[in-house]
């Protein structure tokens, strides 16, 4: 196990839908991340790019109020709290952490996907050799970075899934956002994985860089990152 025991998780500043609909983190994105890292062992810290209380999608409060992770999270002080005065961006260092995990929702479209700040922050990381996790909207995030080796765009190649366009308009919301996240990565060249039936769980792992499909992949993909960190 990676002798780190820190863990930071970033989430978008964003709170509203082009149709001035709220949006915002996604719950069980947080959530079961949360509580699968924490009780490996690790610490967790939340930045933002604004810092301060990171918006919450309320509709996924309600869709997911009979979830035993999610209610915890709403009900503990440490959750609460980290996620009520999240910390900037350009306050944190990637050489605290062991690894950088990023739930979707999909707000980090609006400001994540273009956010210098963000950007440098994973790119630290990749050169660092560290991981750096996302699920469902979150690989938005990863559209504007560039591989600190090759100078590439960093997805171009990687094998990569998120929210899928399918989804999307099951979800009825492709006109709230500004794009779709799967079209985008496989126009930046990501070798896009997509071997599940709709809303059901897929992770996918391709050396440091870990991505998973929707929120029934969210405590997916926080297992997988700590196998990486296992075998760091």
Request: glycine share 6%.
């Amino acid at each position: 196990m990676a002798a780190n025991k820190n863990i930071l998780f970033v989430v978008s500043s964003h709170d509203q839908f082009l149709d001035g609909k709220p949006t915002g983190y996604y719950l069980p994105e947080a959530a079961h991340p949360y509580y699968v890292l924490k009780n490996a062992g690790y610490k967790i810290d939340v930045a933002s790019p604004k810092g301060g209380k990171a918006p919450l999608d309320p509709s996924s409060v309600e869709a997911f109020k009979e979830d035993s992770d999610s209610i915890k999270f709403l009900n503990e002080d440490e959750p609460k709290q980290l996620f009520a005065n999240t910390k900037k961006i350009t306050d944190v260092k990637e050489a605290d952490y062991a690894a950088l995990a990023l739930p979707g929702g999909h707000a980090p479209i609006f400001d994540l996907t273009t956010d210098k700040d963000s950007i440098a922050l994973i790119e630290s990381f990749l050169k660092a050799g560290k991981p750096v996790a996302s699920v469902c909207h979150g690989p938005t995030v990863f559209l504007n970075v560039t591989d600190p080796k090759s100078g590439e765009p960093f997805v171009k190649g990687k094998k990569i899934t998120c929210f899928s366009d399918d989804e999307e308009r099951q979800a009825g919301l492709v006109d709230s956002i500004p794009f779709l996240v799967e079209t985008e990565l496989r126009n930046k060249g990501a070798d896009f994985q997509l071997t599940r039936k709709a809303w059901a769980e897929e992770v996918v792992v391709d050396g440091q860089l870990i991505t998973a499909g929707n929120p029934a992949s969210a405590s997916g993909m926080a297992k997988a990152l700590l196998t990486v960190l296992e075998k760091a």
